[in-house]
Nanobody
């Protein structure tokens, strides 16, 4: 699976961004997808995940109620809608996938990684 993330940028605190991740190379509907992020000097942290059908989603406590993950299997794309952004959301965001219909929150369960897209939230 090849993953191409886009949609990052600079936004003021309280603003919104939508990240997209286009997938290719494997039947998209058979893979679970997710997003991780990494701030400078910190480890990569789980943000959100979604199962193959979109019927189950998972979020880190720090983003619950502000971020929404979704997918469009017809377009082979997963999205991360981010609202009420905070300076602490500043990080490189990575789209990930695993060859399973079940979504998980563990980093090493995801074997496919896209390039990061930078999100910077100014105060």
């Amino acid at each position: 699976v090849q993953l191409q993330a886009s949609g990052g940028g600079l936004v003021q605190a309280g603003g919104s961004l939508r990240l997209s991740c286009a997938a290719s190379g494997r039947t998209f509907g058979s893979v679970a997808m997710g997003w991780f992020r990494q701030a400078p000097g910190k480890e990569r942290d789980f943000v959100a995940a979604i199962n193959w059908s979109g019927s189950s989603t998972y979020y880190a406590d720090s983003v619950k109620g502000r971020f929404t993950i979704s997918r469009d299997n017809a377009k082979n794309t997963v999205y991360l809608q981010m609202k009420s952004l905070k300076p602490e959301d500043t990080a490189a965001y990575y789209c990930v996938a695993r060859p399973s219909i079940v979504a998980v929150t563990t980093l090493n369960e995801y074997v496919y990684w896209g390039q990061g897209t930078q999100v910077t939230v100014s105060s």
